[in-house]
Nanobody
Framework: QVQLVESGGGLVQAGGSLRLSCAAFARTSLNYAMGWFRQAPGKEREFVAAISWSGGSIEYADSVKGRFTISRDNAKNTVYLQMNSLKPEDTAIYYC??????????????????WGQGTQVTVSS
C-alpha cells in the first residue's frame, strides 16, 4: 500500500510561483512512476506532468510546458512540481499519483494505482 500526501498549494497572483510536494509512504521500495494531474471545477481531471523512477523520462502537458517543472528526490520519497508564471486557468485541485508496477506511466490517469488527496491551487488575475 502506498500513501501519497500533497502539500504546497495556495492562493497566488497571476505570474507568481508555487512549489507542490508529494511525499510517498510505503512499506516496500518506492521505485515507481509518478505523475501530477489536476481538476478544475466542472472539468475532467487532466494530465499535467509525469516522471519516471530515475527521472530520465519526463513529459508535460502542452499547457504547462516551459512553465512547470517536475522533479523527484528518491532519497526523500518525494516528487515536486515547480509552477512558474502561473495563470488563472491553472486554478485547480492538483493530485499526485503513483504506479508501482511501471518505471514510467505517462499521461494516462488509468495507469496510476495510487492517488493523493489533492491540494488546491488558486491563481487570481
Amino acid at each position: 500500500q502506498v500513501q501519497l500526501v500533497e502539500s504546497g498549494g495556495g492562493l497566488v497572483q497571476a505570474g507568481g510561483s508555487l512549489r507542490l510536494s508529494c511525499a510517498a509512504f510505503a512499506r516496500t521500495s518506492l521505485n515507481y512512476a509518478m505523475g501530477w494531474f489536476r481538476q478544475a471545477p466542472g472539468k475532467e481531471r487532466e494530465f499535467v506532468a509525469a516522471i519516471s523512477w530515475s527521472g530520465g523520462s519526463i513529459e508535460y502537458a502542452d499547457s504547462v510546458k516551459g512553465r512547470f517543472t517536475i522533479s523527484r528526490d528518491n532519497a526523500k520519497n518525494t516528487v515536486y512540481l515547480q509552477m512558474n508564471s502561473l495563470k488563472p486557468e491553472d486554478t485547480a485541485i492538483y493530485y499526485c499519483a503513483a504506479d508501482t508496477r511501471m518505471y514510467y506511466s505517462g499521461k494516462n490517469p488509468e495507469a496510476y494505482e495510487h492517488w493523493g488527496q489533492g491540494t488546491q491551487v488558486t491563481v487570481s488575475s
